[in-house]
């Protein structure tokens, strides 16, 4: 079982929007983390948002100062190595070019006599991920191995995502489904349909959810699809997605100007007798189910990430990392974070593992 549960703004912009009706939908959900969103609309009459040409134009000016296209850019991706990757389609002409950070053509890794809407760098950026029509193509960039590719979609596909974290693909398109792929195109999860064609998908930083991006929707899955919240605001197509770096807080560009934010809250994590539920952004409600004794614990910073196992929680936010025994709530050890947030926490009965993306283990 799931659960979907949405509000419509966020603590930390809560005085400068206004806000919209609330709507919360509930199911009972055991022994799996649950997720929902929260989610908050602005208006920003920037042409950055308004047009794809102008958007990344713009930025290719601004940041490479080679690039002269009289074609429309689709998309951009750095890989791992500050190399981009540039596609750029318009009419019957599609390509898909590589350039060095210093604005050096490498090389035109794909050039077809169609438009392709969507790619990406895989993982270890030896591979680029695109769509051409109804199939999803996986391209090496040495010339001397052959691309892996399969039939993804019944209809155009329009968007896709590679996990660095999990290596799993995640692709939509105008059959207005979204589905995950392993990276040997073995289908994990295919959804229902939906009233529009799937324009955006994000995968969040650690690999555990995914935001699907369509008209007037937004929508927040786990990595084997499933579905735990939905939004439904008027904001148009969706028409690009980024997260965070902590993987708490998402932000989507919309069709009418608006960029939409969300952030994840009602996290639930279940550990022998203990529940915890992340409520708000920087407050947890701990519940012991035997003597029905409830803590509630409240920090001054948001939460970015959460374990609960062997009688301890852990709860780290941007600066700190505070550690809770299950008989002493009130009383936590606390470690500063100088080099930025968890990405993961790993509990062991004796042990603990902290992952931080700049410092490492």
């Not at 549960?5 to 005085?15: A, G, H, Y």
């Not at 349909?193 to 955006?200: A, F, K, N, T, V």
């Not at 470690?335 to 603990?352: M, Y």
Request: with cysteine; proline share 4%.
């Amino acid at each position: 079982m799931g659960s979907s549960c949405l509000f419509p703004d966020l603590v930390e912009w809560r005085k400068l929007w206004k806000h919209t009706k609330e709507q919360c939908w509930v199911f009972g959900g055991v022994g799996m983390e649950l997720h929902c969103l929260h989610v908050c609309v602005c208006v920003v009459c920037v042409p950055v948002f308004m047009s794809v040409r102008a958007c990344v134009h713009v930025w290719v000016c601004a940041c490479v100062h080679v690039f002269c296209m009289f074609v429309a850019l689709v998309c951009m991706y750095w890989n791992m190595s500050i190399s981009i990757v540039v596609h750029s389609t318009d009419g019957e002409d599609g390509a898909i070019k590589i350039w060095s950070k210093t604005g050096m053509l490498r090389t035109i890794l794909v050039q077809t006599s169609s438009p392709i809407y969507s790619c990406c760098w895989s993982p270890d950026s030896d591979q680029v991920l695109y769509a051409g029509g109804k199939t999803l193509i996986i391209k090496p960039l040495q010339p001397s191995l052959k691309p892996t590719q399969w039939k993804a979609h019944d209809s155009l596909i329009l968007t896709l995502d590679w996990s660095p974290t999990n290596n799993l693909i995640v692709s939509g398109g105008e059959d207005r489904k979204y589905k995950v792929w392993d990276s040997y195109g073995r289908n994990i999860y295919s959804s229902l349909l939906h009233d529009s064609p799937i324009i955006s998908l994000a995968w969040a930083p650690d690999g555990e959810l995914f935001a699907v991006g369509a008209f007037d929707t937004l929508r927040l899955c786990d990595k084997t699809g499933w579905s735990h919240s939905l939004e439904k605001a008027s904001t148009g197509t969706v028409l690009r997605m980024a997260w965070a770096g902590d993987g708490t807080q998402l932000a989507g560009a919309c069709a009418n100007g608006q960029v939409v934010f969300a952030q994840v809250v009602n996290r639930h994590l279940e550990w022998h007798n203990l529940e915890a539920f992340v409520n708000e952004d920087n407050t947890i409600s701990v519940k012991d189910i035997i003597n029905d004794s409830k803590e509630s614990l409240e920090f001054h910073d948001r939460i970015v990430r959460v374990s609960l196992a062997w009688g301890h929680l852990i709860v780290t936010t941007p600066l700190q990392c505070y550690i809770y025994n299950s008989r002493n709530w009130t009383t936590p050890v606390t470690l500063d974070l100088k080099n930025g947030s968890i990405n993961l926490i790993k509990q062991a009965e004796r042990s603990t593992i902290l992952l931080n993306p700049v410092q490492g283990v």
